[in-house]
């Protein structure tokens, strides 16, 4: 055989904001339903014309028709918070709160 063809396709995907997506990017997307939802996931690719998503812990595939998205956007990475943090962080809340009530009735003219 002298020749060998090779046909390669390169397909990129961008979001709204015009950022190429690659697989494993975090992104929100505003789906078109009677009530827009967002959902929050990771990029996965394209598949029969379906745009692919998962989870952001990767145990789940979603597919999207491409005209039911209203808008894509790359966002930071999400991580998912160790309970504890969560626990402390509405302890801080709660007792900041606490104190700018106390501080609101001792200072006069409040």
């Given at each position: 055989m002298a020749l060998k063809v090779n046909e390669i396709v390169k397909v990129e995907v961008e979001a709204s904001d015009g950022q190429?997506?690659?697989?494993?990017?975090?992104?929100?997307?505003?789906?078109?339903?009677?009530?827009?939802?967002?959902?929050?996931?990771?990029?996965?690719?394209?598949?029969?014309?379906?745009?692919?998503?998962?989870?952001?812990?990767?145990?789940?595939?979603?597919k999207y028709r491409q005209a039911s998205i209203e808008t894509c956007y790359h966002i930071k990475d999400v991580e998912k918070a160790p309970p504890q943090a969560l626990k402390e962080a509405g302890k801080d809340a709660a007792e900041g709160t606490a104190q700018d009530a106390a501080a609101s009735l001792l200072t006069p003219g409040a």
């Open positions: 190429v997506l690659k697989e494993g990017d975090a992104i929100m997307l505003r789906i078109n339903r009677r009530t827009p939802e967002d959902v929050v996931c990771r990029y996965a690719g394209l598949s029969n014309g379906y745009f692919v998503t998962t989870t952001l812990d990767g145990q789940h595939e979603n």
